[in-house]
C-alpha cells in the first residue's frame, strides 16, 4: 500500500513534529511535509497553543518558496482537524490547496475530530490514506491519545537509584546520585510535560526548583505540589520565580480557618491552592490526574517525588511509565524507591514492560510501561 519514498516522507513528517515536543502542549505534536515532483516545497510542525497547526506552517512554507501545492502529496503525522478550536479547521486550508493525496500517519482520537477530517478530503475528492508509520506517531503523542481517549494524562514516574534500588541515605542526602549526563536527560523528559509533581516532602529535604534548566525551551511546565496539611515553606524555591505557566499546590481540604489563611498566603504570591481529599483526608490522586486532564488539559505529567509518594502512586494506579536511572554504585542501608507494602504473594505484583534501556553516561537508564 505504501512504498519506500512514503515512508521516506513520512519520516521527515514526524522529523518535524519531533521539533514540537517541546512545543506543542496541550496540542498534539504534528509534522507535515508538502511534496512535489519528487520535492519537499513545503514543511511545518505545530507551534505553541493558539499558534498555527503543522499543516498551515507547511503550506506558508510552501507560499513563501514560490511554491503551489496544487496536485501534491501532503504527508501529516495526524489526521488534519476539522473543527474550529484556538485556530480554523486545518483541514479547510488544505482542502483550498487542491493536493491530488493527503497521507496521514494516524486518526485524530480527539471526538470533536475522529475521522471526520479524512471524509471531508475525500469528499473533496482527494485521495486519503491513513496508518503510514501509525506506531510512530502515536509514540510521540501517548499524552494527547491518553488525554482524549481515557480522559487521563500519560503520567511519568522518573527515579534514580543505586544499583540496590536506594534514593537516599538514610539522612536524606540524595545529590547526586546520577551523572550530570543523566540529571540533563531528566530535564529533556521534564520539558515534554505539562506538569512536573512533587510531592511536599521533596520540597522541604531538598528544596528544588523543579523547572527545566539542561535544555533549550520556549515554555515552562506547570509545577504541582502534592501538600494535604499546606506544609510548602513560604520560602521554598519551587515557588519563585512563578512564569506564566505557575505554580499549584494541592491540598486534602480548605475547611478550616488555619488552612484557609495559609491558602491565601500563597495565593498573594501568585500560587494556586486547590482541594481534593480522599476518605483517608490525603490528596486523592486519581482524581487530581483526571482534573488535570479534563479540565486543565493536560497531556503528559512528569513526578519526581519520594519514597511515600512514589508508593501511593504506584498502589494507587496512577502511573503510566516508569523512567529510572541506575547509577553504578551500592548506597547498602537507605531510603527505597517507593513506599510499598508487603505482598502476600508473588501472584500480587505489578508487572512492567522494558520498552527502551540503554547507558547516559555512566548511568544505566531504563523505560517501562505497565504490561
Not at 515536543?21 to 512535489?36: D, E, H, Q, S, T
Not at 516545497?41 to 511554491?67: C, M, Y
Not at 544499583?163 to 530535564?187: F, K, M, V, Y
Not at 526548583?209 to 511546565?221: A, C, D, I
Amino acid at each position: 500500500m505504501y512504498t519506500a519514498v512514503d515512508h521516506q516522507w513520512m519520516g521527515e513528517a514526524l522529523a518535524e513534529a519531533q521539533k514540537a515536543l517541546y512545543l506543542a502542549n496541550p496540542n498534539p505534536r504534528v509534522g507535515c511535509v508538502i511534496v512535489k515532483d519528487g520535492q519537499v516545497i513545503g514543511r511545518g510542525f505545530t507551534q505553541r497553543v493558539g499558534g498555527p497547526h503543522a499543516e498551515i506552517q507547511a503550506l506558508a512554507d510552501a507560499k513563501s518558496n514560490g511554491q503551489d501545492p496544487a496536485g501534491s502529496t501532503i504527508y501529516v503525522t495526524l489526521e488534519p482537524c476539522s473543527h474550529t478550536g484556538r485556530t480554523p479547521p486545518c483541514v479547510d486550508a488544505l482542502i483550498a490547496a487542491k493536493p491530488a493525496k493527503v497521507i496521514a500517519a494516524m486518526g485524530d482520537p480527539n471526538p470533536l475530530v475522529s475521522g471526520n477530517g479524512l471524509e471531508k478530503l475525500k469528499a473533496a475528492g482527494i485521495e486519503v490514506q491513513c496508518g503510514l508509520m501509525e506506531s510512530d506517531a502515536q509514540t510521540l503523542n501517548r499524552g494527547f491519545i491518553s488525554r482524549m481517549t481515557r480522559g487521563l494524562p500519560w503520567v511519568r514516574l522518573k527515579i534514580a537509584a543505586s544499583l540496590d534500588g536506594r534514593t537516599a541515605l538514610p539522612n536524606g542526602e540524595s545529590q547526586w546520585i546520577t551523572g550530570s549526563l543523566a540529571r540533563a536527560d531528566g530535564h529533556h523528559w521534564r520539558a515534554q510535560a505539562c506538569a512536573i509533581v512533587t510531592g511536599v516532602g521533596t520540597v522541604k529535604e531538598d528544596d528544588p526548583s523543579l523547572n527545566v534548566r539542561e535544555v533549550q525551551t520556549q515554555r515552562q511546565p506547570w509545577r504541582i505540589i502534592v501538600d494535604s496539611k499546606l506544609e510548602t515553606p513560604l520560602a521554598a524555591k519551587i515557588l519563585n520565580h512563578v512564569d506564566p505557566s505557575g505554580v499549584m499546590i494541592v491540598c486534602a481540604n480548605l475547611n478550616s480557618s488555619e488552612s484557609q489563611e495559609k491558602a491565601r498566603a500563597y495565593e498573594a504570591r501568585g500560587i494556586e491552592v486547590i482541594a481534593m481529599a480522599n476518605e483517608f483526608g490525603k490528596v486523592d490522586l486519581p482524581k487530581l490526574f483526571a482534573y488535570l486532564a479534563q479540565e486543565r488539559e493536560m497531556n503528559e505529567i512528569h513526578v519526581e517525588s519520594g519514597f511515600k509518594l512514589n508508593g501511593s502512586m504506584l498502589r494507587e494506579g496512577c502511573v503510566d511509565e516508569l523512567l529510572l536511572y541506575y547509577a553504578p554504585f551500592f548506597l547498602g542501608e537507605g531510603i527505597g524507591m517507593a513506599n510499598l507494602p508487603a505482598l502476600p504473594s508473588l501472584k500480587s505484583r505489578q508487572d512492567w514492560k522494558i520498552i527502551e534501556q540503554g547507558l547516559i553516561g555512566e548511568d544505566f537508564r531504563l523505560r517501562l510501561i505497565k504490561s
